[in-house]
Nanobody, 123 residues
């Protein structure tokens, strides 16, 4: 089991930017594909982005393509989500997750989850 702790959430006006971080407490961080998911009030959790274990491959949901960037630093056991041009529709609790696969995109493949961090975008 991987322990994950997200940080960097907060409140921002539309058009602004935030960077989320997720620190993992596991020796073999480089063996995990990492993902970001979000859940807005009254909605199901949805995939935002994921990255392969070495960082060579990435996936983005259509709603965030061109605005969000996922990256990782295996030396620091950390995955990031740089969010730009934020919109009120991006308001949600953002979760970091780990999957013991080279590259995972499906929520069902992620077995470890963080506690979430709130992102609120005002118009």
């Amino acid at each position: 089991q991987v322990q994950l702790v997200e940080s960097g959430g907060g409140s921002v006006q539309a058009g602004g930017s935030l960077r989320l971080s997720c620190a993992a407490s596991v020796r073999t961080f480089g063996s995990y594909s990492m993902g970001w998911f979000r859940q807005a009030p009254g909605k199901e959790r949805e995939s935002v982005a994921s990255i392969s274990w070495r960082g060579a491959s990435t996936y983005y949901a259509d709603a965030v393509k061109g605005r969000f960037t996922i990256s990782r630093d295996n030396a620091k056991n950390t995955v990031y989500l740089q969010m730009s041009s934020l919109q009120p529709a991006d308001t949600a609790v953002y979760y970091c997750a780990a999957a013991i696969f080279q590259f995972a995109t499906r929520e069902a493949d992620f077995g470890s989850w963080g506690q979430g961090t709130q992102v609120t975008v005002s118009s």
